[in-house]
Structure formats: C-alpha cells, structure tokens
C-alpha cells in the first residue's frame, strides 16, 4: 500500500498525487495507490490514515507526505515503522499555519476548510521531536522552497536519504522526473529493506503460528 498524504489546504486532485496515481495505473499497479482528502484536524487525519490502512491490511506500508502531509507521514513513520517518502515537509506547521486561522480555499479540488487554534495545539501534539531509524526515510528539499526553508528539513532528518534540489519551488515543479526514484523506494521498502530489525523473524513466527 502506498499512501500519500497531500499538503494544506491541498487535495488528492494535486499534481505529485495525480501523476504517482496515473505512473502506478500504467504499471497495472493501481491497487496499490490511496490517496485520502484529508480533513482539516491533524488528530482526524491521523485517525484516517491508520483506519485506511487496517481495512486495508496490506502487507507493506509506505507513505508519501507532502508539505504539510510530510509532518504526518513523519509522524505515522515513527509511530508504527512505515517507511516514508517526504516532498518539502513541514516541520513545524504549528508555527507556520498560525497566520491561516479562519476560513482558507483549497488550491486543488474546491472548496475550502476551516483552520480553528485547536487545530494548531493537536499539531504540536504530533509533533516528533527527533526521528529515529533514519534510513527508512526519503527526504525531497528543494532549495527554491518559497513556502518552507530547505534548512530546517535538512535538520530535522539528520541521516536520512535525501535529494537535495538546487531551486525548485514548494510544488516540485519538476515532480515528473523524480517518479522513477520515488517508486524504487517503494519497491525497496516493499522488499522490507527498511524494516526493523526482528520485524522479518516476527512475520515469519505469525505465518507459522497460521
């Protein structure tokens, strides 16, 4: 299962969600592919996330987060093992969404949403202060962020692999020529390359036991 986590005040209608979601239906690999709209409380859209993945009880896991969708997969990472892909992630959304209090549109698939201060006290209870394990995450930064600081994500993920993009923007522009890289990684991770030591012995002991 590959879960992407689009950005605030995004949707699954935006560009990077479109395009994975049209690349893995060319490879016949579309089942694999769900992409949520998330609702505007973070404590909501963590309970989401992890109801689509016990209904769907697939096998593997990998996120995909961007933007604000990076703070969750990170989030989600730490908290159950799932490796994760980050596209500019947020670090800390508390801080920067303080100015979107009120009603705010979305940039893709209409509407709009409602930003309350409570929203902003459950994302600083998500917040993860240091990951661990950093191998099983895939950081994108791109140093023409316009939105975030290229720096703090570099900070936050000590370790981790990362494409450092010269310029770019926040949307990643150039998303089209990094989905090859962003499928091997979820091939990899499909494989178990990233899972946690015992994990592999854990899964083989519930298969006998069944």
Same mark, same amino acid.
């Given at each position: 299962?590959?879960?992407?986590?689009?950005?605030?005040?995004?949707?699954?209608?935006? /560009?990077?969600?479109?395009? %994975? @979601? *049209?690349? $893995?239906? +060319?490879?016949?690999?579309? &089942?694999?592919?769900?992409?949520?709209?998330?609702?505007?409380?973070? /404590?909501?859209?963590?309970? %989401? @996330? *992890?109801? $689509?993945? +016990?209904?769907?009880?697939? &096998?593997?896991?990998?996120?995909?987060?961007?933007?604000?969708?990076? /703070?969750?997969?990170?989030? %989600? @990472? *730490?908290?159950?093992?799932?490796?994760?892909?980050?596209?500019?992630?947020?670090?800390?959304?508390?801080?920067?969404?303080?100015?979107?209090?009120?009603?705010?549109?979305?940039?893709?698939?209409?509407?709009?949403?409602?930003?309350?201060?409570?929203?902003?006290?459950?994302?600083?209870?998500?917040?993860?202060?240091?990951?661990?394990?950093?191998?099983?995450?895939?950081?994108?930064?791109?140093?023409?962020?316009?939105?975030?600081?290229?720096?703090?994500?570099?900070?936050?993920?000590?370790?981790?692999?990362?494409?450092?993009?010269?310029?770019?923007?926040?949307?990643?522009?150039?998303?089209?020529?990094?989905?090859?890289?962003?499928?091997?990684?979820?091939?990899?991770?499909?494989?178990?390359?990233?899972?946690?030591?015992?994990?592999?012995?854990?899964?083989?002991?519930?298969?006998?036991?069944?």
């Amino acid at each position: 299962m590959i879960l992407y986590l689009h950005g605030f005040r995004s949707s699954p209608q935006s /560009f990077k969600a479109r395009l %994975l @979601a *049209e690349r $893995l239906t +060319a490879l016949g690999r579309g &089942a694999e592919w769900c992409c949520p709209l998330l609702p505007v409380s973070p /404590f909501d859209t963590i309970a %989401l @996330a *992890e109801a $689509l993945v +016990a209904q769907a009880k697939p &096998a593997q896991v990998t996120l995909i987060g961007s933007s604000l969708g990076g /703070f969750f997969a990170t989030h %989600l @990472a *730490e908290k159950h093992g799932w490796p994760a892909i980050l596209l500019n992630p947020a670090v800390v959304p508390q801080r920067d969404l303080s100015g979107y209090l009120g009603e705010q549109p979305r940039y893709s698939g209409g509407g709009s949403i409602v930003v309350e201060p409570r929203h902003l006290d459950e994302l600083r209870a998500l917040a993860v202060t240091s990951v661990t394990r950093p191998e099983r995450y895939y950081l994108f930064a791109a140093t023409g962020d316009e939105v975030l600081d290229y720096r703090e994500m570099l900070a936050h993920y000590p370790g981790a692999r990362t494409k450092l993009i010269d310029g770019s923007d926040h949307s990643i522009s150039e998303f089209p020529q990094y989905v090859d890289d962003v499928l091997a990684f979820c091939d990899e991770a499909a494989a178990g390359r990233f899972a946690a030591p015992g994990a592999a012995d854990a899964r083989r002991n519930d298969a006998t036991r069944n």
